[in-house]
T-cell receptor, first 111, second 114 residues
């Protein structure tokens, strides 16, 4: 079945440093989504990427979808303490009927 | 307000007892999912359903059961066969096709076996 791997599992950064998490799927995806889960909360949708090579930005967050539609990345520029949480990618298969989450990257930011 | 509701928020269960977690959505979503999350860990899929009266096992279905008698409802039963049920349980729903296909999550249920 479809597998989605995410690295790193944990990341500690100093406030102001950049952060990147990477996501890789075992199969080609229809689209990929990113979610953020704050400590004690539930995952909340951030963005969806559909096209090969697509890049989207949300303020300090930059999302990329690979040319082969099998990998993706999330980059945060100049992290802030409000960025703390776990970031999950989730891949939708080509049939569009299955959403598979990666293991998540837990980001910790030291003020 | 449209959304997905899980209840209860906290649940305590004695060993050997079955317990049912509720998940209701009024988003008219076709697909519903149950995930288990252990402290500091990712989301592991327990069961999912794409249509009423049909559901599929996920990666860790053993010791769990579900039903999908109505589009809006997807309850999860944690049976006594689940050896380590203490965890955070998240229910989600999404459209099957079309854009957007984002998943909406409930607030979660924290289950503790005492």
């Amino acid at each position: 079945g479809q597998q989605v791997m995410q690295i790193p599992q944990y990341q500690h950064v100093q406030e102001g440093e950049d952060f990147t998490t990477y996501c890789n799927s075992s199969t080609t995806l229809s689209n990929i989504q990113w979610y953020k889960q704050r400590p004690g909360g539930h995952p909340v949708f951030l963005i969806q990427l559909v096209k090969s090579g697509e890049v989207k930005k949300q303020k300090r967050l930059t999302f990329q979808f690979g040319e082969a539609k099998k990998n993706s990345s999330l980059h945060i520029t100049a992290t802030q303490t409000t960025d703390v949480g776990t970031y999950f990618c989730a891949g939708v298969n080509n049939a569009g009927n299955m959403l598979t989450f990666g293991g998540g990257t837990r980001l910790m930011v030291k003020p | 307000d449209g959304g997905i509701t899980q209840s209860p928020k906290y649940l305590f269960r004695k060993e050997g007892q079955n317990v049912t977690l509720s998940c209701e959505q009024n988003l008219n979503h076709d697909a519903m999912y149950w995930y288990r999350q252990d402290p500091g860990q990712g989301l592991r899929l327990i069961y999912y359903s794409q249509i009423v009266n049909d559901f599929q096992k996920g990666d860790i279905a053993e010791g769990y059961s579900v039903s999908r008698e109505k589009k809006e409802s997807f309850p999860l039963t944690v049976t006594s066969a689940q050896k380590n049920p203490t965890a955070f349980y998240l229910c989600a729903s999404s459209l099957l096709l079309g854009v957007p296909t984002e998943a909406f999550f409930g607030q979660g249920t924290r289950l503790t076996v005492v």
